[in-house]
């Protein structure tokens, strides 16, 4: 079973930046996906950016980009959340997740694309 680990979460102030980090049990092959979803209290789970392997494509969620960046390292089976310019509204628990075939494009953007999750890292951003 894929495991996923992220890390790199915590108490920042509004400006700061932050790197998340998600470590999967799986080298990247060819159509494995994995992905950033966020969920505030209340809120529906938001995508934020994914990551497909051979061939290689990123995708990115409209409502974040320009501050959120999707990076990897194939080496370490690690994929990167960069943030900055961070708000009190991006305050929530962050999500890795991933499969083993590339999802649909259609269905990207959306949890039920994704068979495996982590355990989820929480951003908080004072004001």
């Known amino acids: 079973q894929v495991q996923l680990v992220e890390s790199g979460g915590g108490l920042v102030q509004a400006g700061d930046s932050l790197t998340l980090s998600c470590r999967s049990s799986?080298?990247?092959?060819?159509?494995?996906?994995m992905a950033w979803f966020r969920q505030a209290p209340g809120k529906e789970r938001e995508f934020l950016g994914a990551q497909t392997w051979f061939p290689t494509n990123t995708y990115s969620s409209d409502s974040v980009k320009g501050r959120f960046t999707i990076s990897r390292d194939n080496a370490k089976n690690t994929v990167y959340l960069q943030m900055g310019s961070l708000k009190p509204e991006d305050t929530a628990v962050y999500y890795c997740a991933a499969n083993l075939r590339r999802p649909i494009l259609s269905a990207l953007r959306t949890t039920s694309a994704y068979e495996y999750w982590g355990q989820g890292t929480q951003v908080t951003v004072s004001s």
């Open positions: 799986e080298r990247p092959f060819s159509g494995y996906t």
